[in-house]
């Protein structure tokens, strides 16, 4: 079991930057390839980034590509996610997911947090 808590939510504008974090525990962290996942009022969960145990491997969802950076340091079990030049788009609550395996474009986990709150305002 792994438990999984997001932190750094918020609302911002147009522009601004965010910081997420996930505070993992339980099993092993390193062993878990990490995600961020959204989902938006009326829309489907939808990718948005993950790495692998190492952070060689990384993959982002086009819409996030060159503003998101998925990071993450074993040590204190935590993966991040720096948002920069947010998009009202962008607004979502945002879940820190953990799957075994090599990371993969899509929103299957195996665990999964509670989610943090991303409004962006125009």
Request: proline residues 3%.
């Amino acid at each position: 079991q792994v438990q999984l808590v997001e932190s750094g939510g918020g609302l911002v504008q147009a522009g601004d930057s965010l910081r997420l974090s996930c505070a993992a525990s339980g099993r092993t962290f390193s062993s878990y390839s990490m995600y961020w996942l959204r989902q938006a009022p009326g829309k489907e969960r939808e990718f948005v980034a993950t790495i692998n145990w190492s952070g060689d491997r990384i993959y982002y969802a086009d819409s996030v590509k060159g503003r998101f950076t998925i990071s993450r340091d074993n040590a204190r079990g935590t993966v991040y996610l720096q948002m920069n030049n947010l998009k009202p788009d962008d607004t979502a609550v945002y879940y820190c997911a953990a799957k075994s395996g090599p990371p993969t474009i899509g929103t299957t986990y195996a665990y999964r947090g509670q989610g943090t709150q991303v409004t962006v305002s125009s």
